[in-house]
């Protein structure tokens, strides 16, 4: 999981990792997250978000927060989402968090195969890369326990959508109740053209 690092720290250089979590919900939104790993303290068990169990996910969470050298974690909301699509989104996204980590490495490990155009002298796109990579897999872990937090927050607001369980994610359930009650103020309206078009087909 170090193999994308150890060049970089065998230089003298830093490097963080990137990748975001919630690029499919139908609701809330997207959320990255950049992180720069000790070179001197690494932290085990780390791995892609969607492999761990959430309390191995929440405990790494805490960890990574204690023991990186830096981190930052950011939203683009599904406002942002409609207006310039997913994609750009999803970059508006790292580009926060990598700002929010307040320092500027040498090189980003990026998960997926584009470059969503950081402020970085080098970067490099992984594909696969939060179960390749451990700064990516530790900001996999601090997106998606991030995101998910934040959803059942939403819950409380709307809670006829049981945000909680699906996290917004396009299950049968999630999208019976958009059929039936229609859209919350945090659902993707662009998400949801199918399913409303659908609704209105039926009646």
Same mark, same amino acid.
């Given at each position: 999981?170090?193999?994308?690092?150890?060049?970089?720290?065998? +230089?003298?250089?830093?490097?963080?990792?990137?990748?975001?979590?919630?690029?499919?919900?139908? +609701?809330?939104?997207?959320?990255?997250?950049?992180?720069?790993?000790?070179?001197?303290?690494? @932290?085990?068990?780390?791995?892609?978000?969607?492999?761990? /169990?959430?309390?191995? *996910?929440?405990?790494?969470?805490?960890?990574?927060?204690?023991?990186?050298?830096?981190?930052? @974690? +950011?939203?683009? #909301?599904?406002?942002?989402?409609?207006? $310039?699509?997913?994609?750009?989104? /999803?970059?508006?996204? %790292?580009? *926060?968090?990598?700002?929010? %980590?307040?320092?500027?490495?040498?090189?980003?490990?990026?998960?997926?195969?584009? #470059?969503?155009?950081?402020?970085?002298?080098? /970067?490099?796109?992984? =594909?696969?890369?939060? &179960?390749?990579? &451990?700064?990516?897999?530790?900001?996999? $872990?601090? &997106?998606?326990?991030?995101? #998910?937090?934040? %959803?059942?927050?939403? +819950?409380?607001?709307?809670?006829?959508?049981?945000?909680? =369980? !699906?996290?917004?994610?396009?299950?049968?359930? !999630?999208?019976?109740?958009?059929?039936?009650?229609?859209?919350?103020?945090?659902? *993707?309206?662009?998400?949801?053209?199918?399913?409303?078009?659908?609704?209105?087909?039926?009646?």
């Amino acid at each position: 999981m170090y193999s994308y690092e150890k060049p970089y720290w065998e +230089a003298g250089r830093t490097v963080c990792g990137i990748d975001e979590a919630g690029r499919g919900p139908l +609701a809330g939104p997207v959320c990255a997250a950049a992180v720069i790993l000790d070179p001197n303290d690494p @932290i085990e068990g780390l791995n892609d978000s969607k492999k761990l /169990t959430e309390k191995k *996910r929440e405990f790494l969470f805490e960890e990574i927060k204690k023991r990186a050298l830096a981190y930052g @974690i +950011a939203f683009a #909301d599904e406002k942002e989402i409609d207006e $310039i699509n997913i994609l750009r989104a /999803t970059y508006l996204a %790292m580009n *926060r968090a990598y700002e929010g %980590m307040g320092v500027s490495p040498d090189a980003a490990l990026v998960d997926g195969n584009r #470059d969503p155009g950081l402020p970085c002298g080098e /970067t490099q796109c992984i =594909v696969k890369g939060d &179960a390749k990579s &451990a700064s990516i897999a530790a900001a996999s $872990i601090l &997106a998606k326990v991030t995101r #998910d937090r934040y %959803m059942v927050e939403l +819950a409380k607001k709307y809670p006829e959508y049981l945000f909680e =369980v !699906h996290k917004g994610y396009p299950t049968k359930k !999630h999208t019976e109740v958009i059929l039936e009650i229609g859209p919350s103020p945090v659902h *993707r309206r662009s998400f949801l053209k199918k399913i409303l078009a659908k609704k209105n087909d039926e009646r």
